[in-house]
């Protein structure tokens, strides 16, 4: 409800969707925090967010475990080894304005949340690693290959009333987190209290929140969010002729950057020097970003970001950047940024490149343009 909302988020969000709540930063507020504060960190819902007593709440743990277990609030606080991970969000929606821009005129209706270049936060979250809770219960069977997450949330797939749930492989479970803690306090409604699964690295989809169960499985979720959403098809693939199971479920997030400032259609007055500002981030396969690139001039010359003006480096978290860069004299500019991993990861040239009907992750190198003024 909007009580909720009003007491957890920040008034300067900018709502993306009303109902179910979707909200992102503004563009000025991303980079100012290397660790977001939470008022400020962006939200996906799919349905209304429960307020769920975490006295009577209970976490089942259950499918292809040995012994099958059920875990309450306080034991999880204190019943386990913690771990705090520094890791940050990042929705498959971000950026996906982008593939929207791209796909007017050839389509007759968008689908999904707009979401411009703020879906992504960063925070640090405590709570127990999946794989202590699997262990506590004597391990998994031999078929298991997959854990499934129910979050508490009720929306709506083809009309029917369902809860959240997706899966992950069971690769994930060391770096996963079932957390209680956002920014070392009890998660907030909005955020998935009492208990939400972080997983560092992949599409925010997979941390599921309001989690109450937990179960192993011989093969991923076969529920909707996992085999009809969150997934990715071939640039050949458009919504009149698709099949799901053309596409195939995406986990890591690849690497991606932007610029938050300047910003689009900005008259920037300067002294041959434009100081950019933005964030990279990676996750699937090499965990932080190594180098970024600014170009003034839509991708003919790149200026390095040393290190210095990036920030810290945490295995699962983005780098936000800020950098003098030199830049014409007079007229319209084209910046573009591009980031590299530590596996010589970068970012596809154009949207195009990267095109898929159901517009996930859009991280084709991000283009704003400004009028330069000496
Ligand atoms: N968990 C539940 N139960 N319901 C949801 O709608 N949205 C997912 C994920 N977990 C969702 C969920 C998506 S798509 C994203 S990107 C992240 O939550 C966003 O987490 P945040 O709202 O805490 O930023
Ligand atoms: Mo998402």
Redesign the pocket.
Known sequence: SWETIKKDKDRSMLHVLSF?Y?GEATKDDIVKHVITPNPL???????NIPIIDANTWLLELGGLVNQPKSIKFDQLKSGFPTKTVTAT?????TRRKEQQMEALGEFDELINAPWTEQ?L?TARWTGVTLKTLVDYCGGLRDEATDIE?????T?FKRNKPD??I?SIPIRKMEDTIIAFE?NGELLTP???APV??VVPGY?????????YRIKALPHPSLAP?QSEE?LYFTHQMGKHNFRWSDGFQIGGMPISSAIMSPKNGEVVYHNGKVKVTGWAYTGGTSNWVERVEVSPNGGSDWYPVSTAQLSQKFWWAWRLFAVEVPTPAQGYLDFTVRAWDGNMNTQPTLVRDGWNWDTHVTNSCHHIQIYSVN
């Open positions: 179910p979707n960190h962006f939200v996906r819902n799919h349905g969000l990042v929705c498959s929606g879906a936060g997450f129910y979050g508490a949330d929306y809860n959240y997706v956002m909005t955020h998935g939400r699964a599409i925010g989809a997979r941390s599921v929140k309001w989690l969010v969150y």
